[in-house]
């Protein structure tokens, strides 16, 4: 796996900071001051493993660059941000990103986030994983877990790692309730200091996935005060 991380942070000290935490840590870190320049580095073909996003950019907010960056890449991003505001940590979850710190914050602490972000995206061994049916289908979902992909009514999705990881959890218990508390544990595992709204926010991004296939549909039912569930499929 690349040790590459890029830094996007228009203050210098922070930049700096953060990245002689991780150079330590054995990282290879690169930093831009800029959203554009971030992206362009990013379609340049650099092989990066994540993303350190600052939310307050001089050209953009870190929110537009990383809903640019999610109609190309599930590359894992954390968020920096100067606000705490809970909203604010809401709608980066919804758009995709892996994390989210507040400052000021501890240069290790993110280095240490970094390193069980990366431990979660790294592919799992068969022996973690067992699929004994590489494909199983439950209308109108097919699930390839070999190939980690889930279509819905004969379209793939563009899901991102912890979207697919979810879905994936439902369709492996149609109908069953699931509180937030167990999905948090199925699907992020050992996140740290995650909150139970991060299920809610992938639950959102999914159903609009699953809505943009089939606009007259909701097959993941709310069960208010309980959890969510898949609707079983229709026989």
């Not at 330590?24 to 990013?42: I, K, M, N």
Request: glycine share 6%.
């Amino acid at each position: 796996m690349s040790r590459r991380i890029l830094i996007v942070d228009d203050e210098p000290a922070i930049a700096d900071m953060l990245a002689y935490a991780l150079r330590t840590e054995g990282y290879e870190p690169d930093c831009v001051g800029l959203g554009g320049d971030a992206l362009a580095a990013l379609r340049g073909g650099a092989d990066y493993a994540l993303v350190i996003l600052d939310v307050g950019l001089p050209d953009q907010s870190g929110f537009d660059v990383c809903r640019a960056l999610r109609r190309e890449s599930d590359v894992p991003v954390i968020f920096l941000t100067a606000r705490s505001d809970e909203v604010d940590r809401i709608v980066g979850l919804e758009l995709g990103a892996d994390d989210y710190v507040p400052k000021p914050f501890s240069p290790r602490e993110v280095a240490s986030r970094v390193r069980a972000i990366l431990r979660r995206a790294r592919p799992q061994p068969a022996a973690v994983a067992p699929a004994p049916a590489a494909e199983t289908c439950s209308a109108p979902f097919h699930h390839d877990a070999a190939g980690a992909r889930i279509a819905y009514h004969g379209v793939w999705l563009s899901l991102t790692r912890y979207e697919y990881r979810l879905l994936a959890t439902l369709l492996d218990r149609p109908g069953r309730v699931q509180s937030r508390a167990q999905l948090m544990a199925d699907v992020w595992r050992d996140a740290e200091d995650s909150l139970e709204r991060t299920v809610d926010a992938h639950i959102k991004t999914l159903r609009a996935k699953l809505r943009a296939v089939r606009e007259d549909e909701d097959p993941i039912e709310t069960h208010r005060g309980l959890g969510y569930s898949l609707r079983p499929a229709q026989r």
